[in-house]
């Protein structure tokens, strides 16, 4: 989850989950306004390989060093429905190359890496890739084992040279975001970031939970300027919600792909 320089103290954002009136849509104040800051160890089982991953957060350490909702559902698709997320070409490709904006513990690209075998660009803000690179060593066997590989790198969205840097070191065929949209300054960047590398056949496949409303439409409204938007797949309701994981499929307007 890349933000900005700083991450924000979590007890804030997750309060403000629930403070922030959209038309009179609070939530219910509940065990998510309460997080325990400490370092915590998560074990997600991968049951179309019979494998555990672990992934380690920080959470006093801000946004970034804690897992968010849509990552867990981006996993879960991957896992046992990989084909509502990639194309036919996509499940065939060796090794498929995959670039995860705002990776935050880096969840999903390192199930993805074990999961498809993928070659896999974990990136966010540069005080949070210590952490990536740990999640990356600790899970490296089983990831070796299927054949996948992962690479960390410093990407802040809306930085010219940093998506150089990335864009220089492969050709992505897919990009993937999870709990990208929450701070309404770094729409712009976001999406600037996004339209450098899906183009051509390359979409962006984003997990999302409809926080904020008029936030969130905003970005949807900016994006449809140049991508098409297509909804993928849609989870129940989270406990305490109105809405559970959208995950949508963004591809470049400009070079639509036919089908």
């Known amino acids: 989850m890349a933000s900005s320089d700083s991450d924000e103290n979590p007890d804030f954002l997750l309060s403000t989950l629930h403070d922030e009136s959209d038309e009179g849509e609070k939530q219910e104040e509940s065990q998510h306004t309460s997080v325990a800051l400490k370092e915590l160890d998560h074990h997600h089982c991968l049951h179309s390989i019979n494998s555990t ?10 946004l970034s060093f804690q897992l968010w909702p849509a990552a867990s559902s981006l996993v879960s698709l991957l896992d046992l429905n990989p084909s509502l997320l990639l194309s036919p070409l996509q499940l065939k490709q060796n090794p498929l190359k995959i670039l995860e904006l705002g990776s935050g513990t880096g969840l999903v690209g390192i199930a993805a890496a074990a999961l498809l075998g993928a070659h896999v660009t974990l990136t966010d803000l540069p005080n949070v890739l210590p952490n990536l690179q740990f999640n990356a060593e600790l899970n490296s066997s089983i990831i070796s084992s299927r054949g996948g590989l992962i690479s ?31 701070y309404e300054e770094l ?48 989870d129940p309701p989270l406990p305490e919600w109105r809405s559970g994981v959208t995950v949508y499929r963004l591809i470049a307007k400009s070079r639509k792909r036919s089908t």
């Open 53 to 62: 991953i672990t992934i380690r957060e920080h959470r006093s350490q801000g």
């Open 152 to 182: 960390v790198q410093q990407l802040r969205w809306g930085d010219e040279q940093d998506a150089t840097n990335v864009a220089s070191t492969e050709n992505f065929d897919l990009v993937v975001g999870s709990d990208v949209v929450y």
């Open 187 to 234: 729409i712009e960047p976001l999406l600037k970031t996004v339209e450098v590398f899906a183009k051509g056949e390359t979409a962006f496949v984003m997990a999302h939970l409809r926080r904020w409303k008029k936030r969130d439409a905003a970005f949807f409204r900016k994006a449809r300027k140049n991508f098409s938007v297509e909804v993928l797949h849609k």
